[in-house]
């Protein structure tokens, strides 16, 4: 969700979170991030039941989401009105923004 915003207001306007269920279990629900046709997962390596994943997946094309059925995908829209959540949840997330904000900012060192 916050990768999407913050990628929507960077100009990737068609940035959206995909929410998908696994083809074989469908209580198995991951989501991931999607702009022209890229992926973006940065969650990837969260199912220790999986094969060993790539932490980050950056791909036009990967089997590990092919396993997977989209049930929705959304784009950021201001003050998360199209997200469903309420008040003290968007409080939470403009928190957590700020915070993203600031890390992916600031000029690194080499």
């Known amino acids: 969700m916050l990768l999407v915003r913050y990628l929507a207001e960077r100009g990737y306007s068609q940035a959206r979170s995909v929410n998908a269920m696994l083809i074989r279990d469908t209580t198995c629900r991951h989501e991931w991030v999607e702009v022209d046709g890229v992926i973006i997962d940065i969650t990837a390596d ?17 089997t590990f989401h092919l396993s997977y059925r989209r049930a929705e995908s959304r784009q950021y829209t201001s003050g998360w009105t199209d997200w469903n959540y309420n008040e003290d949840f968007r409080r939470d997330l403009e928190e957590f923004y700020a915070v993203v904000v600031q890390l992916m900012d600031e000029p690194t060192v080499a």
Do not use: E, G, N
């Open 46 to 62: 969260q199912f220790k039941a999986r094969p060993k994943q790539l932490p980050v997946i950056v791909s036009d094309h990967s």
